[in-house]
Protein backbone atom coordinates (compact mmCIF):
# COMPACT_ATOMS: atom_id res chain seq x y z
CA UNK A 1 0.00 0.00 0.00
CA UNK A 2 1.26 3.72 -0.39
CA UNK A 3 0.04 7.02 0.57
CA UNK A 4 1.08 10.52 -1.12
CA UNK A 5 -0.05 13.82 0.52
CA UNK A 6 -2.37 15.85 -2.24
CA UNK A 7 -0.32 18.69 -1.35
CA UNK A 8 -0.75 22.16 0.72
CA UNK A 9 -1.17 24.20 -3.10
CA UNK A 10 -5.06 24.54 -3.32
CA UNK A 11 -6.77 21.83 -5.23
CA UNK A 12 -8.26 22.70 -8.38
CA UNK A 13 -11.06 20.49 -9.40
CA UNK A 14 -10.54 20.95 -13.20
CA UNK A 15 -6.23 19.83 -12.92
CA UNK A 16 -6.86 17.61 -9.80
CA UNK A 17 -9.90 15.91 -9.43
CA UNK A 18 -11.32 16.31 -12.72
CA UNK A 19 -9.61 13.66 -14.58
CA UNK A 20 -9.67 12.25 -18.17
CA UNK A 21 -11.93 9.67 -16.91
CA UNK A 22 -14.70 12.15 -15.22
CA UNK A 23 -14.39 13.50 -18.93
CA UNK A 24 -14.86 10.34 -20.62
CA UNK A 25 -17.53 9.34 -18.48
CA UNK A 26 -19.53 12.22 -19.15
CA UNK A 27 -19.55 10.56 -22.33
CA UNK A 28 -21.42 7.64 -20.72
CA UNK A 29 -25.36 7.07 -21.24
CA UNK A 30 -25.89 4.81 -18.74
CA UNK A 31 -24.35 7.04 -15.99
CA UNK A 32 -25.60 10.04 -16.76
CA UNK A 33 -28.05 10.06 -18.11
CA UNK A 34 -27.39 10.57 -21.95
CA UNK A 35 -24.12 11.69 -23.98
CA UNK A 36 -23.16 15.04 -22.18
CA UNK A 37 -19.77 17.38 -23.13
CA UNK A 38 -16.61 16.18 -21.61
CA UNK A 39 -15.42 19.18 -21.39
CA UNK A 40 -18.18 20.98 -18.65
CA UNK A 41 -17.80 20.15 -14.22
CA UNK A 42 -20.37 18.17 -13.33
CA UNK A 43 -20.15 18.40 -9.94
CA UNK A 44 -23.58 16.66 -9.01
CA UNK A 45 -22.10 13.44 -11.08
CA UNK A 46 -18.44 14.01 -9.11
CA UNK A 47 -19.90 14.40 -5.47
CA UNK A 48 -22.43 10.78 -6.62
CA UNK A 49 -20.55 8.11 -5.34
CA UNK A 50 -23.11 6.13 -6.61
CA UNK A 51 -21.52 6.22 -10.00
CA UNK A 52 -17.81 5.32 -10.97
CA UNK A 53 -15.16 6.78 -10.73
CA UNK A 54 -16.48 8.01 -7.44
CA UNK A 55 -15.96 10.60 -4.64
CA UNK A 56 -15.46 9.61 -1.21
CA UNK A 57 -17.47 10.90 1.78
CA UNK A 58 -20.34 11.88 -0.07
CA UNK A 59 -23.72 10.54 0.66
CA UNK A 60 -26.94 10.38 -2.00
CA UNK A 61 -28.52 7.56 0.51
CA UNK A 62 -29.98 10.45 2.58
CA UNK A 63 -31.92 12.78 0.38
CA UNK A 64 -31.64 14.95 3.25
CA UNK A 65 -27.68 15.86 2.86
CA UNK A 66 -26.81 17.85 0.47
CA UNK A 67 -23.86 16.69 -1.67
CA UNK A 68 -20.57 18.83 0.27
CA UNK A 69 -17.37 19.40 -1.22
CA UNK A 70 -16.39 19.77 2.61
CA UNK A 71 -16.99 16.48 3.51
CA UNK A 72 -14.73 14.84 0.75
CA UNK A 73 -12.05 17.60 1.35
CA UNK A 74 -11.73 18.95 4.89
CA UNK A 75 -8.56 16.85 6.63
CA UNK A 76 -8.28 14.58 3.99
CA UNK A 77 -5.10 15.10 2.99
CA UNK A 78 -4.26 11.69 1.30
CA UNK A 79 -4.74 9.39 -1.39
CA UNK A 80 -4.22 5.94 -1.00
CA UNK A 81 -3.20 3.07 -4.00
CA UNK A 82 -1.86 -0.38 -3.47
CA UNK A 83 -1.48 -3.75 -4.92
CA UNK A 84 -1.65 -7.34 -2.88
CA UNK A 85 -0.75 -10.15 -4.94
CA UNK A 86 -1.50 -13.24 -3.64
CA UNK A 87 0.91 -16.35 -4.02
CA UNK A 88 -0.09 -19.93 -4.57
CA UNK A 89 -2.44 -22.10 -2.44
CA UNK A 90 -4.43 -19.23 -0.16
CA UNK A 91 -6.51 -17.06 -0.20
CA UNK A 92 -6.14 -12.99 -0.27
CA UNK A 93 -9.29 -10.62 0.64
CA UNK A 94 -9.79 -6.52 1.07
CA UNK A 95 -12.75 -5.67 3.65
CA UNK A 96 -14.66 -2.38 4.21
CA UNK A 97 -15.46 -2.12 7.57
CA UNK A 98 -17.36 0.89 7.81
CA UNK A 99 -19.24 -0.28 5.18
CA UNK A 100 -20.88 3.44 4.15
CA UNK A 101 -18.60 4.40 1.67
CA UNK A 102 -16.94 1.86 -0.74
CA UNK A 103 -13.91 2.59 -2.56
CA UNK A 104 -13.85 0.06 -4.82
CA UNK A 105 -15.62 1.03 -8.25
CA UNK A 106 -17.14 -2.32 -9.76
CA UNK A 107 -18.77 -5.20 -7.55
CA UNK A 108 -18.80 -5.12 -3.69
CA UNK A 109 -16.85 -6.16 -0.87
CA UNK A 110 -15.25 -8.50 0.43
CA UNK A 111 -12.90 -8.30 -2.64
CA UNK A 112 -10.96 -11.28 -2.78
CA UNK A 113 -8.92 -13.89 -5.00
CA UNK A 114 -7.64 -17.45 -4.58
CA UNK A 115 -5.93 -17.39 -8.04
CA UNK A 116 -1.88 -17.97 -7.21
CA UNK A 117 -1.17 -15.18 -10.04
CA UNK A 118 -4.23 -13.32 -8.39
CA UNK A 119 -3.74 -9.26 -7.70
CA UNK A 120 -6.28 -6.95 -5.74
CA UNK A 121 -5.50 -3.17 -7.44
CA UNK A 122 -7.08 -0.53 -6.29
CA UNK A 123 -5.36 2.39 -8.20
CA UNK A 124 -6.99 5.42 -5.70
CA UNK A 125 -8.79 5.87 -2.97
CA UNK A 126 -8.85 8.29 -0.24
CA UNK A 127 -9.65 8.80 3.43
CA UNK A 128 -12.90 9.95 4.52
CA UNK A 129 -15.23 10.28 6.92
CA UNK A 130 -16.26 6.70 6.71
CA UNK A 131 -13.32 5.07 5.65
CA UNK A 132 -10.06 5.65 7.68
CA UNK A 133 -8.62 1.92 7.31
CA UNK A 134 -9.55 -1.20 5.39
CA UNK A 135 -9.10 -5.01 6.60
CA UNK A 136 -6.74 -6.90 4.59
CA UNK A 137 -6.84 -10.61 4.87
CA UNK A 138 -5.04 -14.07 4.11
CA UNK A 139 -5.88 -17.76 4.60
CA UNK A 140 -3.44 -20.22 3.87
CA UNK A 141 -4.91 -23.30 1.81
CA UNK A 142 -5.21 -27.07 3.02
CA UNK A 143 -1.11 -28.31 3.66
CA UNK A 144 0.05 -24.57 3.97
CA UNK A 145 0.83 -22.21 6.79
CA UNK A 146 0.05 -18.33 6.73
CA UNK A 147 3.45 -17.12 6.48
CA UNK A 148 3.54 -12.99 5.64
CA UNK A 149 2.91 -10.29 3.62
CA UNK A 150 6.33 -9.45 1.97
CA UNK A 151 8.11 -6.72 -0.04
CA UNK A 152 8.55 -9.18 -2.74
CA UNK A 153 7.71 -12.56 -4.27
CA UNK A 154 10.76 -14.37 -2.83
CA UNK A 155 13.18 -12.87 -0.17
CA UNK A 156 12.70 -9.05 0.43
CA UNK A 157 11.08 -8.55 4.07
CA UNK A 158 8.29 -8.94 5.89
CA UNK A 159 5.65 -6.51 5.90
CA UNK A 160 3.45 -7.61 8.62
CA UNK A 161 3.28 -11.36 10.08
CA UNK A 162 -0.49 -11.05 10.69
CA UNK A 163 -3.32 -12.44 8.93
CA UNK A 164 -6.10 -10.16 9.31
CA UNK A 165 -4.62 -6.55 9.30
CA UNK A 166 -6.39 -3.61 9.94
CA UNK A 167 -4.58 -1.02 7.25
CA UNK A 168 -4.92 2.41 8.79
CA UNK A 169 -3.67 5.62 7.02
CA UNK A 170 -1.19 6.41 9.73
CA UNK A 171 0.77 3.06 9.99
CA UNK A 172 4.25 3.51 8.26
CA UNK A 173 3.52 -0.05 6.98
CA UNK A 174 1.14 1.39 5.40
CA UNK A 175 2.83 4.56 4.26
CA UNK A 176 5.89 2.85 2.76
CA UNK A 177 4.67 -0.38 1.13
CA UNK A 178 2.63 0.55 -1.98
CA UNK A 179 2.92 -4.07 -3.12
CA UNK A 180 2.00 -6.56 -0.92
CA UNK A 181 3.04 -10.36 -1.63
CA UNK A 182 1.11 -13.14 0.62
CA UNK A 183 2.95 -15.94 1.27
CA UNK A 184 3.17 -18.89 2.81
CA UNK A 185 4.95 -22.48 3.51
CA UNK A 186 3.96 -25.91 3.34
CA UNK A 187 2.65 -27.03 7.29
CA UNK A 188 4.49 -30.15 8.50
CA UNK A 189 3.24 -33.46 8.53
CA UNK A 190 3.52 -35.42 11.57
CA UNK A 191 2.56 -39.76 12.25
CA UNK A 192 1.32 -40.72 15.51
CA UNK A 193 0.72 -43.81 17.70
CA UNK A 194 -0.60 -44.53 20.48
CA UNK A 195 1.90 -45.39 24.08
CA UNK A 196 1.65 -45.65 27.50
CA UNK A 197 3.64 -42.98 29.69
CA UNK A 198 5.08 -42.12 32.87
CA UNK A 199 8.14 -41.24 35.29
CA UNK A 200 9.74 -44.74 34.88
CA UNK A 201 9.57 -47.71 33.14
CA UNK A 202 7.22 -49.76 35.37
CA UNK A 203 4.54 -47.10 34.92
CA UNK A 204 4.96 -46.61 31.37
CA UNK A 205 4.77 -50.61 31.02
CA UNK A 206 1.57 -50.78 33.13
CA UNK A 207 0.29 -48.87 30.54
CA UNK A 208 2.05 -50.37 27.20
CA UNK A 209 -0.71 -48.68 24.70
CA UNK A 210 -2.73 -46.57 27.18
CA UNK A 211 -3.92 -44.09 24.84
CA UNK A 212 -1.59 -41.43 24.92
CA UNK A 213 -0.76 -40.04 21.88
CA UNK A 214 2.92 -38.71 20.73
CA UNK A 215 3.88 -37.51 16.97
CA UNK A 216 6.72 -38.14 14.94
CA UNK A 217 7.47 -35.15 12.21
CA UNK A 218 7.57 -36.46 8.13
CA UNK A 219 5.17 -39.49 7.30
CA UNK A 220 5.40 -42.99 8.89
CA UNK A 221 6.38 -45.34 5.82
CA UNK A 222 7.89 -48.32 7.67
CA UNK A 223 9.28 -46.48 11.01
CA UNK A 224 7.43 -47.77 14.04
CA UNK A 225 7.82 -46.89 17.89
CA UNK A 226 10.81 -49.59 17.97
CA UNK A 227 12.94 -47.69 15.19
CA UNK A 228 11.96 -44.18 15.39
CA UNK A 229 14.68 -41.62 16.66
CA UNK A 230 13.22 -38.70 18.00
CA UNK A 231 12.55 -35.99 18.35
CA UNK A 232 8.99 -36.52 20.54
CA UNK A 233 6.19 -34.01 20.33
CA UNK A 234 3.19 -34.45 22.71
CA UNK A 235 1.32 -31.74 20.90
CA UNK A 236 1.08 -30.31 17.21
CA UNK A 237 -0.31 -27.51 17.09
CA UNK A 238 2.09 -25.46 18.69
CA UNK A 239 4.26 -27.85 18.22
CA UNK A 240 5.34 -29.25 21.77
CA UNK A 241 8.39 -31.50 22.42
CA UNK A 242 7.87 -34.14 24.93
CA UNK A 243 9.83 -33.41 28.35
CA UNK A 244 11.87 -36.18 29.62
CA UNK A 245 9.70 -39.38 29.96
CA UNK A 246 9.50 -43.03 29.48
CA UNK A 247 7.14 -44.50 26.63
CA UNK A 248 5.84 -47.95 26.47
CA UNK A 249 4.36 -50.48 23.27
CA UNK A 250 3.84 -53.80 23.71
CA UNK A 251 6.62 -55.41 25.68
CA UNK A 252 9.00 -52.47 25.08
CA UNK A 253 9.70 -49.77 27.16
CA UNK A 254 12.04 -46.68 25.94
CA UNK A 255 13.51 -43.06 27.46
CA UNK A 256 13.09 -39.99 25.85
CA UNK A 257 15.70 -37.76 26.36
CA UNK A 258 14.55 -34.29 25.61
CA UNK A 259 18.00 -32.56 25.52
CA UNK A 260 19.18 -35.08 22.64
CA UNK A 261 16.32 -34.99 21.27
CA UNK A 262 16.12 -38.68 21.17
CA UNK A 263 14.82 -42.22 22.22
CA UNK A 264 17.43 -44.17 24.32
CA UNK A 265 17.69 -47.70 23.42
CA UNK A 266 14.58 -50.17 23.71
CA UNK A 267 14.02 -52.70 26.84
CA UNK A 268 11.76 -54.98 27.53
CA UNK A 269 9.04 -53.41 30.17
CA UNK A 270 10.48 -54.44 33.70
CA UNK A 271 7.63 -57.29 34.51
CA UNK A 272 8.30 -59.43 30.84
Known sequence: MGRVALGATDLSFEDSFYTSDWRGMQLSTASFGGPQSPTNLSLCGFLNYNITPHGIGTNTDDPGIAYSCNTYTKSKGYNYYFKLINTTNQTIRVDNPAG?????????????????????????????????????????????????????????????????YNATYSFTTVINNNAWYARNVAAPTYWSTSVGNGANATIACYSPGGGYTIYFSGTQGAKTFNTVAGPVYINTSPQTESPNQYYAQGTYVRFYNAATNNFGPQAFCPFV
Open 100 to 164: GTTFKTTGGFPWSTSSSTGVINVTNFAISNTTSYVRIRATAGSGYSWSGWYTAASGGSVITTSAD
